[in-house]
């Protein structure tokens, strides 16, 4: 019997990426590096140095719909884990700015958001 792999966010974001590029070949989107940031003191810094915003949400979604300018989300990978404060914020302050953000709790619901976005369902 095979061991059964541990669900992480990172396994989660996978899949999801995934799916984006199997329903929406055409999309423009990146994902960005939050969570690597936290292993060593160097690539904080740097990271911090170059730009990077504390609280940026895993995946942005740049396709444009009937309402929003894009869609970001922040991937947690059930319905235990929650965002910090810093991930609510910057949530908070895309939605002001014409964005839809939203915190997604694992793959179902993530991929619930990606599909009522693209068509035009929120």
Do not use: W
Not at 90 to 112: P, Q, S, T, V
């Amino acid at each position: 019997m095979a061991k059964q792999e541990r669900l992480t966010e990172e396994r989660v974001q996978i899949n999801i990426v995934d799916y984006l590029k199997l329903q929406y070949p055409s999309a423009l989107y990146t994902a960005t590096m939050g969570g690597q940031f936290q292993r060593h003191y160097s690539q904080r810094l740097k990271a911090k140095r170059t730009g990077y915003l504390k609280g940026v949400s895993d995946l942005l979604i740049f396709e444009p719909n009937e309402t929003y300018y894009g869609l970001f989300i922040e991937l947690k990978k059930d319905k235990k884990s929650y965002p910090t404060k810093e991930q609510k914020i910057f949530i908070e302050n895309a939605l002001k700015r014409g964005y839809y953000a939203i915190c997604c709790k694992g793959f179902d619901h993530c991929r619930e958001i990606i599909d009522k976005y693209f068509n035009n369902e929120l």
